[in-house]
C-alpha cells in the first residue's frame, strides 16, 4: 500500500479549514449575521452592497419629497386663492365696462381692484419656510415690487426664470416650483416677448381706467386681457398639481421598494442561527477529531511545530 508521505501537511491544512469554518460559524451565531466578510460569501456581499445603495437612493429620495411636498401644497394653494381673487376682479371690471356709471362709481370699483391687487402681489410673494417659492432660483428676495409712481402702476419681478426639479429613483424629472414670471407676468418665448397677458399688467391697465374714468370699450378690452390671464394662471396650476400627483406616486412606490429591498437586505444577510448551531457543532466535532488524529500519528515534537 502506498503512504502519501505528506499526509500530516494535508491533516494540518484540514485542520486550518476547519478552525476557518467553525470561526465563520461561530461570528454569524455571535452577530446572527450570515456575511461578516467579504471572504465570507462574496457574492452575497456584493449583491448586499447593491441593495444597500438601492436602499440608500429610495430614503434620500423620499426624504426629498417629504421636504417639497410641503412647498408645491402652498404654491398650490395661493394659486388657488389668487385663482379667487382675479375671479372677483373680472366680475368687478366686468359690471364697471359701461358708460351708464359717474366717475365716483368708478372710483370706487378702482379702490376695490386695488385690494384685490394688494391680495394678488401678496400671494405671489408667499413663503415657505423662509423661502419665497415664486422666485425661481432666488428664494431670499421679495419675487414682486409694487410701483405706483406711474399710471397704470408697475410691478416689477426680482426673480428668475429657474424651474427646480426632482430626479426618482426611476429616472422621471418632476417639476418643483414655478417662476413667478412665468405665472403673473405672462411668461416669456424664446425671443423674450410675452406668451399671454400679464395679471399684474391687466389689473394695473384696469385700475387707471376706472381712475381716469375712461371709455367701457377701453375697460373691456383690458377685462378681456386678464381673463386671458385668469385662464392661463389656472393652466399652469394644473401642471403645478400635476406635479404634486407625481410626487405622490413616485413617493409611494419608493417607500414600497424600499420595503421589498429591506426584507430582500435582510434574508439575504440574516443568519439561519439553527441551522448555524447545528453546523458549529459538527465543525467543533471535526476540528476535534483532526487533532485527535493528528496527536496520534505525529510525533510530540513534530505536532507542536505544526
Do not use: C
Not at 500530516?8 to 486550518?16: F, K, N
Not at 466578510?37 to 426624504?63: H, K
Not at 418665448?189 to 400679464?198: F, L, R
Request: proline residues 2%; without cysteine.
Amino acid at each position: 500500500m502506498r503512504v502519501d508521505p505528506f499526509y500530516v501537511t494535508h491533516l494540518v491544512s484540514a485542520l486550518d479549514s476547519a478552525q476557518a469554518n467553525q470561526q465563520q460559524l461561530s461570528n454569524e451565531v455571535a452577530t446572527g449575521v450570515s456575511i461578516n466578510q467579504l471572504s465570507d460569501n462574496p457574492a452575497g456581499a456584493g449583491e448586499n452592497v447593491r441593495l444597500l445603495d438601492q436602499l440608500q437612493t429610495d430614503d434620500s429620495f423620499t426624504q426629498s419629497s417629504s421636504l417639497v411636498t410641503g412647498q408645491l401644497q402652498v404654491a398650490d394653494s395661493a394659486l388657488g386663492s389668487a385663482v379667487s381673487s382675479l375671479t372677483s376682479a373680472i366680475s368687478l371690471a366686468t359690471g364697471g365696462s359701461n358708460d351708464t356709471l359717474n366717475a365716483n362709481d368708478k372710483q370706487a370699483i378702482a379702490n376695490q381692484l386695488v385690494g384685490i391687487r394688494g391680495e394678488l402681489l401678496s400671494l405671489a410673494n408667499t413663503s415657505y419656510q423662509g423661502n419665497y417659492i415664486f422666485g425661481g432660483a432666488n428664494v431670499s428676495s421679495t419675487p414682486f415690487t409694487l410701483s405706483t409712481a406711474t399710471s397704470p402702476a408697475t410691478v416689477t419681478y426680482n426673480g428668475d426664470s429657474t424651474v427646480n426639479s426632482l430626479t426618482t429613483p426611476s429616472g422621471q424629472s418632476i417639476s418643483l416650483n414655478l417662476p413667478g414670471n412665468q405665472l403673473f407676468l405672462g411668461g416669456a418665448n424664446s425671443t423674450g416677448s410675452a406668451n399671454t397677458s400679464s395679471v399684474f399688467d391687466s389689473l394695473n391697465n384696469l385700475i387707471a381706467d376706472f381712475s381716469n374714468n375712461v371709455s367701457g370699450a377701453v375697460t373691456a378690452t383690458d377685462t378681456e386681457a386678464l381673463n386671458t390671464a385668469l385662464n392661463y394662471v389656472s393652466q399652469q396650476r394644473v401642471t403645478l398639481d400635476n406635479s404634486i400627483t407625481q410626487l405622490s406616486s413616485a413617493t409611494d412606490l419608493a417607500t414600497n421598494q424600499a420595503t421589498q429591498l429591506t426584507s430582500a437586505q435582510t434574508s439575504l444577510m440574516q443568519a439561519d442561527l439553527p441551522t448555524v448551531a447545528s453546523h458549529l457543532a459538527l465543525a467543533q466535532t471535526q476540528q476535534t477529531a483532526l487533532i485527535n488524529i493528528i496527536a496520534q500519528l505525529g510525533s510530540g515534537s513534530l505536532f507542536d511545530k505544526l
